[in-house]
C-alpha cells in the first residue's frame, strides 16, 4: 500500500471529485470531502517523513518506466510544498460555508467541495509529477477549477473577475505549453531528470533559449509577479473569502514551486544564473513588486483587495529570494511560501469570520468589530504582525534569510528595501487596526463574534504563524535542505 | 516544575489570565503572581538553564547567575509592592501592563544571548508605555508617545549593534563586550538610553511624572536598573562610564533642587542616584560592582516608597506641586512617616538602606584614584540630602499649611509603602542580608567610626546650609514652571522649529509660488494617484494590458540573450 502513496495523493482527490457529485447533500458532502483532504494531507506528511529518512521516491504511474511513462518523483523540495497545500486544504475545507458570499444555494454547495477537490488534486499533481506536460494538465486542471471557483462569489463582478483570470491564466498556459514544446523538440524528453541530462548539450540555441523565455514569462503570470498580477487583485476581491484563503496560500505557491524546479532543476543554475542573468531582470522586479504592491495596499478601501494587493508584495519578496541566487536567499524564498501560506491563508479566514457578521468587506463597515468581534480581530492583528515581520512571527523568519542573502551578495540596498517595505507593511495594517480598534463608536457594540467552527480553522492557520516563528526546524529547516539540494544539484 | 519556566514568564502569562478572573479572586492572583515568582527564584539552579535553537543560532533565554539573582530579587519584591500599591484600582489594563512590564524586565535579566535580550528589551518598553497612558490625559499621551518613540529607538540600536556584533565575532552571546566596535558602541548607546546617559535622559523627566499614581511606581523600579544591569554585565570597567556617571550624578542634583512638581523632582533625583551606579560599573573593580548592585537594590526600594508617597498624595489631592502642597501631616500621618524613612534612605542616614550601599561606590572611586570624581559625587550626596531627603517631605506634610485637607492614603497603599519603609530598615541595619546575594564576596564594613561619622557630618552640613540658605533668601524658590531641559528640545524646540519652517515657507510659498513644497505635495499626490483605487497600479488593468506586459516581457528574456 504505502508505495503507492505518491499515486494515491493525485488520484484520490481527483477520483473524490466526482463522487461529491454523486452524493449531492451538502452536510454529507462536506464530511466525505474533509475526509479526503485529511487523507491527502496524512499522506502529504508520510511522503515528506520517508523523504527525509530515505531520500528521493520515485514511482512509475501505471508500471510504465520513465521516460517512457510518467513518473512521479518526491523529493525533499516538493514533499514540503505538498505538506504545505494540503495543510491549508485541510484547514479551509473544514471551514463552514457561508451562504451569503456564494452565489449558489445551499443544496449545490456540493459544486463547491467537487470544485475544490478538483483544484486540490491538480495542484498536488503538479508539485508531485516528475514530468513536464504532466505539470501542464495538472495546471489546467487546478487552473480551471480555480476559474470556477472565483466565479462562485456572490458580487456579480466576480464573474468578470473570473473570466479575465481565465484568459490571463490561459495565457500563461499556453506560454507554458509552447516552452513545453520547444523543449521537446529538442531534446525528445519530457521527463525533469531526464531533461537536466539532456539539455546541456543544446543549451546555447536559440529553440531552447525562446522555450526558457516562454515557460518564464508562463509561470510568471500563474505566479502573478509584478507586472503581470493585474489578474489577482480582482480575483481574490470577488471571489468567496474562503476560496481567497485557499488560493492566495497553494495556487501562487505552486506556482512558485514550478518556476523553482524550472530553473534549478531542468535549465540549471549556471544557465539561468550565468548566461541568461536572470537576476539583472527579475531582481528589480521584485524589489518593485515590493513596494508597489505595498503601496497600493495602503490606499486600498476594501480589505480582500488590500490583503490581495499585498500578497503581490509578498510574492515579490519570493522572487527576490529566487533571485539573490545563494543558499540563505533561496532559503528565505522558500520559507516565505510556507509562511506567507499560513498568514495570508489565515488572514483571509479572518476576512470570512468578519463577513459572517457584517455586510461589506469595505474596510469602513469594521469600524468597531475590535469589540464586537475580539477573537476575530485579535487574529487579524496576530496575523498582521506577520505579515510585518515582528520578531516571533513566521514573517521574522523568512525576512531573516533574505536580508542574510542580500548582505552575503553585497547588495546592501537590496536589504534595505526588504527592512523599508516592512515599514509599509506597518501602515497598512495599521489602517485596518486602528479602524478595529480606535474609531469612535457613540454606543459600544455588543459581543457577537464568530462561531467557533469558523474560529477554530481560523486560529489553526494564525496559531501556526506564531508557533513556526518560535520554532522553524520544521519549515526553515526543511527549505534550507532543500534549497541545499537545489543548489548543490544545479551547479 | 515550576523552575523550568523562564523566570519572569510567570509574571507575563500570569498576566495574561488576569483579564478572564473577576472579583476578588483577580486581586488574589495579582498578588500571588509575585510571590510565586519570588518562590521560583529560590529555586533556580545556577549556570545555562535553557537554550534552544532559533534558525541555527544557539540561544539562551535562562542564564542564572549571580549578578542576574540580585537583580531578580528585587525586581521580585518591586513588582510585589506595585502590585500591592495598585490594588485599589479597577483597572485591568494597568495590572496586566505592569506584570508584563515586571516580567519582561526579568526575564531580560537572564538573558544569556543578545537576541532574547533584545525581545525582552522591547517587551518592556511596550508594556510599560500603558503605565502612562493609563492616565488618560492629553499630556500623558503625548508623553508617552515622546516615551514610546525613543524606547522603541533603544530596541533598534541595540538590535542593529546585536547585528553588527554578530558579524563582528559570530557570537550572540551576552557577556562582557566593551566599547570595541561599532557594534558594540551601538548596544552601548541602547543601554545609555535606558540608563538615561545626560542627554539622552530627556524621557526619563518628561515622562515619569505625567504617568498614573501606581505606573511611576512601576517605571521607576525596572526600566533604567534594567539598563544598569546590562551595563555591568556588558561593559564593566569601560572607563568612559567615570565621568558620564560623575555628570548624572551632579547636574541632576541641580534640576532636583529647583524642581517644583515632586514626581518630576524624584526622576531627577532617580538620574542622579543612576549616576552613581554608572560611575560604579565604570570604575569595575569589584568593590564598586557589588556597590553598584547593591545600590540598584537600595534604590529600587526607597525610590519606589518614596514614589509610592507622592503618588499618595497626588491621590488625595490631585496634586504634587510643591507651591500647592504643605502641611500635610495632619491629614495623612502614616504617609508621612513612612515617606520620612524612604528620605533617610536616600540621604543615606546611617541605619537606613542608602547608608550601606552608597558608601561602598564612594569609597571604590577613591580606592582607585578617581578624586575628582569621588568629589562630585560627595557633592550630589549632599545635594541628595537636599532635596530628596529634606525637601520632599518638608515642603509636602510639614512647610506651610495651605490648607489642604484630605483622607489618609488608601489602606493598599499604606500597606505597600509600609513594606518597602520596613525593607529600607531592614537592610539599614542588617546589611549582610543584602551583602550575600551580591556577585562577589564583600569584605566591606559600613559601620566604622569613620563612616558613620562623615555621613552625619556631611548631613548635618547639607540640613544647616538648607536652612541658612531659606534663612538669608538665597535658596531659589520653587516657580511653577517647567524647568529647561534636553527634552525640551523635542518638546518644545523641534515642534517649534517645524511651526517656524512651517511659516517660513509658507512666505516663500506667497513669495516665490513654494516650488519645492509644492514639489513634495506632487510627489504624494503621484504616489497616491497611481496606488489608490482608481489609479494604475491599484486598480487591476484590462486583460489586454497584461497580455501586452507578458508579451513585453517575453521579448526581454529574449534580448538578453544579446546582451
Not at chain 1, 481574490?236 to 514550478?258: D, R
Not at chain 1, 477573537?375 to 487579524?380: G, K, P, R, S, V
Amino acid at each position: 500500500m504505502t508505495e503507492h502513496l505518491p499515486a494515491l495523493q493525485t488520484a484520490l482527490p481527483l477520483l473524490a471529485a466526482p463522487v461529491c457529485v454523486l452524493l449531492r447533500r451538502a452536510a454529507l458532502v462536506r464530511v466525505f470531502a474533509v475526509l479526503v483532504t485529511w487523507s491527502c494531507l496524512a499522506i502529504a506528511l508520510s511522503l515528506l517523513q520517508e523523504v527525509l529518512g530515505h531520500g528521493e521516491i520515485s514511482y512509475a504511474l501505471g508500471g510504465w518506466v520513465a521516460p517512457l511513462g510518467i513518473e512521479y518523483r518526491v523529493d525533499i523540495l516538493n514533499a514540503y510544498v505538498l505538506v504545505l497545500v494540503a495543510t491549508i486544504a485541510s484547514v479551509v475545507i473544514a471551514f463552514p460555508l457561508a451562504g451569503r458570499e456564494l452565489r449558489i444555494p445551499k443544496e449545490r454547495f456540493f459544486l463547491f467541495y467537487a470544485l475544490f477537490l478538483l483544484c486540490l488534486a491538480g495542484l498536488l499533481g503538479i508539485t508531485i509529477t516528475g514530468d513536464l506536460f504532466n505539470i501542464f494538465v495538472f495546471l489546467e486542471i487546478s487552473s480551471l477549477s480555480a476559474y470556477a471557483l472565483i466565479g462562485l462569489g456572490r458580487d456579480r463582478r466576480a464573474l468578470t473577475a473570473g473570466f479575465s483570470y481565465l484568459v490571463m491564466g490561459t495565457i500563461g498556459g499556453t506560454f507554458i505549453l509552447i516552452g513545453i514544446g520547444l523543449v521537446y523538440q529538442m531534446t525528445g524528453t519530457l521527463n525533469i531528470v531526464d531533461l537536466s541530462q539532456r539539455l546541456p548539450p543544446v543549451l546555447g540555441t536559440r529553440t531552447v533559449w525562446m522555450a526558457f523565455a516562454f515557460l518564464v514569462v508562463g509561470t510568471s503570470i500563474k505566479l502573478a509577479a509584478f507586472p503581470l498580477h493585474q489578474w489577482l487583485p480582482n480575483a481574490y476581491t470577488y471571489g468567496p473569502s474562503v476560496v481567497a484563503s485557499f488560493l492566495s496560500a497553494t495556487a501562487t505557491k505552486v506556482a512558485y514551486y514550478v518556476l523553482v524546479r524550472l530553473l534549478f532543476t531542468v535549465f540549471g543554475f549556471a544557465f539561468v544564473f550565468e548566461r541568461v542573468q536572470l537576476s539583472a531582470l527579475l531582481l528589480p522586479l521584485s524589489l518593485i513588486a515590493m513596494v508597489v504592491g505595498s503601496l497600493a495596499a495602503i490606499y486600498q478601501t476594501n480589505i480582500k483587495r488590500l490583503l490581495a494587493y499585498s500578497s503581490i508584495a509578498q510574492i515579490g519578496y519570493m522572487t527576490l529570494g529566487l533571485s539573490l541566487a545563494n543558499l540563505d536567499g533561496l532559503t528565505g524564498g522558500l520559507v516565505h511560501l510556507f509562511n506567507h501560506g499560513l498568514i495570508k491563508g489565515g488572514l483571509f479566514l479572518v476576512v470570512a469570520c468578519a463577513l459572517s457578521r457584517v455586510e461589506s468587506p469595505r474596510i469602513e463597515s469594521l469600524r468597531g468589530l475590535g469589540k464586537r468581534m475580539p477573537w476575530t480581530m485579535a487574529a487579524f492583528v496576530v496575523g498582521g504582525l506577520g505579515l510585518i515581520g515582528i520578531p516571533g512571527t513566521v514573517g521574522f523568519v523568512s525576512k531573516w534569510y533574505l536580508v542574510l542573502g542580500a548582505l552575503d551578495q553585497g547588495l546592501y540596498f537590496v536589504a534595505f528595501m526588504v527592512l523599508a517595505s516592512s515599514l509599509l507593511a506597518v501602515v497598512y495594517v495599521w489602517r485596518v487596526i486602528e479602524v478595529m480598534y480606535f474609531s469612535d463608536e457613540e454606543r459600544a457594540p455588543e459581543r457577537d463574534d464568530a462561531p467557533l467552527s469558523m474560529l477554530l480553522p481560523t486560529w489553526v492557520l494564525i496559531g501556526a504563524t506564531i508557533y513556526f516563528g518560535l520554532d522553524t526546524e520544521l519549515t526553515a529547516g526543511v527549505a534550507e535542505q532543500a534549497a541545499a539540494y537545489l543548489l548543490g544539484g544545479a551547479s | 516544575m515550576i523552575e523550568a519556566i523562564p523566570p519572569g514568564m510567570i509574571l507575563i502569562l500570569g498576566a495574561l489570565i488576569l483579564p478572564f478572573l473577576g472579583g476578588a479572586l483577580q486581586r488574589v492572583w495579582l498578588v500571588l503572581l509575585p510571590v510565586l515568582g519570588f518562590v521560583q527564584l529560590t529555586l533556580l539552579p545556577e549556570g545555562l538553564a535553557q537554550s534552544f535553537e532559533f534558525f541555527g543560532y544557539g540561544l539562551n533565554p535562562v542564564r542564572v547567575d549571580s549578578l542576574s539573582l540580585v537583580f531578580a530579587y528585587v525586581f521580585y519584591l518591586a513588582a510585589f509592592l506595585s502590585v500591592v500599591y495598585a490594588l485599589h484600582l479597577r483597572d485591568t489594563v494597568q495590572w496586566v501592563s505592569g506584570l508584563v512590564y515586571a516580567g519582561s524586565a526579568i526575564g531580560a535579566l537572564f538573558a544569556g544571548d543578545l537576541i532574547s535580550l533584545f525581545v525582552y528589551w522591547e517587551i518592556t518598553a511596550l508594556a510599560s508605555l500603558f503605565q502612562i497612558w493609563a492616565r488618560r490625559t492629553e499630556a500623558a499621551y503625548r508623553a508617552g508617545l515622546r516615551y514610546l518613540v525613543i524606547q522603541v529607538s533603544s530596541g533598534v540600536l541595540l538590535l542593529a549593534g546585536t547585528i553588527l556584533h554578530f558579524a563582528d565575532t559570530g557570537s550572540l552571546e551576552f557577556g562582557a563586550l566593551g566599547l570595541v566596535s561599532v557594534g558594540t558602541t551601538l548596544i552601548f548607546l541602547a543601554f545609555g538610553i535606558k540608563a538615561a546617559f545626560p542627554l539622552l535622559h530627556g524621557w526619563l523627566e518628561d515622562a515619569y511624572p505625567e504617568a498614573t499614581v501606581t505606573g511611576a511606581v512601576f517605571l521607576s523600579a525596572f526600566t533604567t536598573k534594567l539598563a544598569i544591569y546590562a551595563l555591568a554585565r556588558g561593559f564593566a570597567g569601560t572607563e568612559i562610564l567615570v565621568p558620564i556617571g560623575a555628570v548624572m550624578a551632579a547636574f541632576a542634583t541641580f534640576y532636583a533642587l529647583i524642581e517644583n512638581d515632586l514626581r518630576r523632582l524624584l526622576a531627577y533625583s532617580l538620574i542622579s542616584q543612576l549616576g552613581f551606579m554608572v560611575v560604579g560599573i565604570g570604575v569595575g573593580s569589584e568593590m564598586a560592582l557589588n556597590g553598584t548592585a547593591a545600590h540598584a537594590f537600595a534604590s529600587v526600594l526607597y525610590k519606589g516608597l518614596l514614589f509610592m508617597a507622592m503618588g499618595a498624595v497626588l491621590y488625595r489631592t490631585g496634586t504634587t506641586r510643591s507651591s500647592e502642597l504643605g502641611g500635610l501631616y495632619g491629614s495623612m500621618p502614616w504617609t508621612a512617616l513612612l515617606c520620612l524613612v524612604g528620605s533617610a534612605s536616600i540621604a543615606a542616614l546611617p541605619l537606613f538602606s542608602g547608608f550601606i550601599s552608597k558608601s561602598m561606590i564612594l569609597t571604590a572611586a577613591a580606592e582607585n584614584h578617581y578624586s575628582l570624581t569621588y568629589t562630585v559625587l560627595l557633592a550630589a550626596s549632599a545635594g541628595a540630602v537636599l532635596h530628596s531627603g529634606i525637601r520632599i517631605s518638608y515642603d509636602t506634610f510639614f512647610g506651610p499649611d495651605r490648607g489642604i485637607r484630605c483622607d489618609e492614603a488608601p489602606r493598599n497603599m499604606r500597606f505597600a509603602m509600609g513594606g518597602a519603609a520596613l525593607l529600607c530598615f531592614a537592610l539599614g541595619v542588617a546589611p549582610n542580608l543584602l551583602y550575600e546575594l551580591l556577585p562577589y564576596p564583600v569584605n566591606y564594613q559600613p559601620y566604622t567610626f569613620s563612616h558613620v561619622a562623615d555621613q552625619l557630618q556631611l548631613i548635618a552640613f547639607s540640613v544647616a546650609a538648607a536652612v541658612l540658605l531659606v534663612r538669608l533668601g538665597l535658596y531659589p524658590k520653587a516657580r511653577s514652571a517647567r524647568n529647561l531641559d534636553i527634552d525640551w528640545l523635542y518638546r518644545s524646540l523641534l515642534p517649534g522649529l517645524v511651526q517656524f519652517a512651517g511659516r517660513q515657507l509658507a512666505r516663500l510659498k506667497s513669495a516665490i509660488e513654494s516650488r519645492a513644497l509644492m514639489g513634495l505635495q506632487s510627489a504624494v499626490r503621484y504616489v497616491q494617484g497611481h496606488h489608490a483605487p482608481t489609479g494604475v497600479l491599484g486598480d487591476p488593468w484590462s486583460i489586454g494590458a497584461t497580455a501586452l506586459w507578458a508579451a513585453l516581457l517575453l521579448v526581454a528574456y529574449l534580448l538578453m540573450a544579446y546582451l
